[in-house]
């Protein structure tokens, strides 16, 4: 039986259709705020409510019914008790749906120890936000490419092999962009089952198998750098692969096929393969198909992968001395900070001293009041923090 289903995706999003503001500070708030930007907030709010008044009337306890039709669900006016009570239902929706993703994750956890070292590897990390790359059948056998790009894993790409298929069930085909939400795996008598939910489109997906395995690749940690300082689009291909290390192994992954590199430098070659790249395009040739990608529309640099990981900054994780700690926390270069502040989480019995000179100092200002609400949370669990320093960061700990 599985505990993940679309009916039950569906009633968690069905029951968060209309979210409203859970306090009278967050209604003056955004009252004085609409004011002072000239837009009628009032209008916007029932024009709101009426495009999901359907489903809220579908959807909703009996209760709250009056107060869609008449329009005040979602307005300042609500009474304190109902919007309270409202708020109560939302929060039970999302706690049921919560305790279904946990025991989905639980009969995960309980598969994946009969399957390969590889599978389990997959797993320690979520799948959520990433997307069906490449799909190749063979007989019973199904090779699935996924993409983590924008997602929660290390693992940029991962490429799971369904052995023995014995049955599919699904409403639409598995395509190609296919957006992974939530997942379920579980061991059967006769092998194994993994379910997927999609977003975009709205499917749910489940296939049946003998066995699972599973190879993933990373991205080198070049392209995390070039990523974040926005400068792939300017890095020629053959400078990015002579930055590589000589040392690690890499692959060409693009929409179609798979090869190994045997050479990254120049000439840059294939082990099973032909690769050019001209002006204008990124030529792939493997046996007797070739494939072409127009430049203008994909980069080839995305279609390297290594089986290495690589930490692009784990120098941020590199401890300050405690001389440069202060300066270096109230400073203007941001690595600098990172560092300085990485230290001193990672050290608060040892640092409270200069934390609490640290925090005394520092500005709060709208960008960084995020950051500094995560810090000064963890020293104050720490119990470091000294009285004024709490009163300074009174509306910011939880």
């Known amino acids: 039986m599985w505990n993940l289903t679309k009916q039950a995706k ?29 837009e009628d907030l009032i209008s916007r709010l029932k024009e709101e409510l009426e495009e999901v008044k359907g489903v809220l009337l579908q959807t909703l306890p009996d209760r709250f019914l009056p107060y869609v039709k008449n329009g005040t669900l979602n307005h300042p006016t609500l009474p304190k008790s109902v919007r309270e009570d409202y708020l109560q239902w939302m929060r039970e929706a999302d ?26 590897d997959v797993f320690e990390e979520s799948l959520h936000d990433s997307t069906i790359e490449r799909i190749e059948q063979e007989g ?12 929660f894993s290390s693992k940029a790409l991962i490429q799971f092999t ?46 049946f198998m003998r066995n699972l395995e599973a190879r993933y690749y ?6 995390t750098l070039l990523h974040h300082e926005e400068k792939l689009e300017e890095t020629l291909f053959v400078d990015y692969m002579a930055q590589l290390n000589q040392d690690d192994r890499y692959w060409l992954h693009t929409p179609h096929v798979t090869c190994a590199f045997q050479s990254i430098t120049e000439p840059i070659t294939l082990e099973n393969g032909k690769l050019e790249v001209t002006q204008n395009d990124v ?37 300050l001395p405690m001389d440069e700690i202060e300066g270096a926390a109230l400073c203007d270069n941001l690595e600098m900070q990172v560092r300085a502040w ?3 989480y990672a050290n608060p019995l040892e640092l409270a001293e200069i ?19 995560v810090y000064a949370n963890h020293f104050y669990n720490e119990g470091i923090l000294t009285k004024d320093v709490i009163e300074k960061y009174r509306s910011l700990i939880d």
Request: one cysteine or more; charged letters at 25%.
């Open 218 to 223: 990373y991205r080198p940690g070049l392209y």
């Open 140 to 151: 019973d056998t199904l090779h699935l490419y996924i993409n983590t790009d924008g997602g």
């Open 95 to 120: 706690k049921e749906f919560e305790h279904i993703l946990d025991a989905a994750h639980e009969q995960t956890a309980n598969a994946v120890t009969f399957l390969s070292k590889e599978v389990q």
């Open 342 to 344: 990485n230290t001193m």
């Open 283 to 319: 030529i792939v040739t493997v046996g007797n198909k070739s494939y072409t990608y127009d430049l203008e529309e994909v980069n080839p640099i995305q279609f390297i992968y290594t089986d290495v990981y690589e930490d692009p900054y784990a120098h941020l994780d590199e401890p």
């Open 162 to 207: 369904f052995e023995n298929v014995m049955a599919e069930e699904f409403e639409v085909p598995l395509e190609v962009g296919h957006w992974i939400i939530y997942y379920e795996l579980q061991k059967t008598n006769d092998g194994f089952a993994f379910r997927v939910l999609f977003e975009g489109p709205d499917s749910e997906w489940t296939i």
């Open 10 to 38: 569906e009633k968690f999003s069905r029951c968060n259709t209309l979210p409203i503001h859970e306090s009278d500070e967050d209604w003056e708030f955004s009252l004085r705020q609409a004011k002072e930007e000239g």
């Open 355 to 373: 934390i609490n000179r640290v925090l005394t100092k520092m500005t709060i200002t709208e960008e960084n009041e995020m950051i500094a609400s």
